[in-house]
């Protein structure tokens, strides 16, 4: 794991690197650095929180505002599981009224045998009455719902 921050920070074609806060093979956050010229600057933070099973339950992310020196929320990834499969639903953070808004953008994904999965992702329309699918696919090896946050040792 080392092995790849190094040869990110090396490699001048790989204009990020990446600072990962893991405790016993679980991603609890990952700052985001990027590279210009020869410095670092902190750039997006995400911060992972797991339900009593394990699983991901939703994921913060975060944006460096760099006038006011602070972390500014940008939005949250709820995770909903399913027996066939889950949900992860995209909430924009309202500044305004301190607290994120409901989903505009939810995710499916499906079991829909051995080997296949469906993945469709609708979008709120402008008025927020409805969402509309905007994209769909059939993804022909199996999905591990617990590689949306976890590190293999």
């Known amino acids: 794991m080392l092995t790849m921050y190094y040869n990110a920070i090396h490699n001048e074609h790989i204009p990020f690197c990446y600072n990962a806060d893991i405790e016993d093979g679980v991603v609890n956050r990952i700052e985001v650095l990027e590279k210009k010229d020869q410095s670092l600057f902190v750039k997006m933070d995400y911060s992972y929180y797991y339900d009593a099973e394990g699983r991901l339950d939703y994921k913060d992310v975060r944006r460096w505002n760099e006038k006011k020196k602070c972390w500014d929320n940008d939005c949250r990834h709820i995770y909903k599981y399913y027996h066939n499969g889950c949900n992860v639903e995209l909430c924009h953070w309202n500044a305004k009224e301190k607290k994120y808004e409901i989903a505009d953008e939810v995710t499916l994904y499906r079991v829909m045998g051995t080997n296949?999965?469906?993945?469709?992702?609708?979008?709120?329309?402008?008025?927020?009455?409805?969402?509309r699918l905007v994209s769909k696919t059939i993804v022909l090896e199996p999905i591990e719902y617990t590689l949306f946050a976890a590190v293999d040792e």
């Open 116 to 131: 296949i999965t469906s993945v469709r992702t609708y979008r709120m329309n402008e008025d927020k009455s409805n969402m």
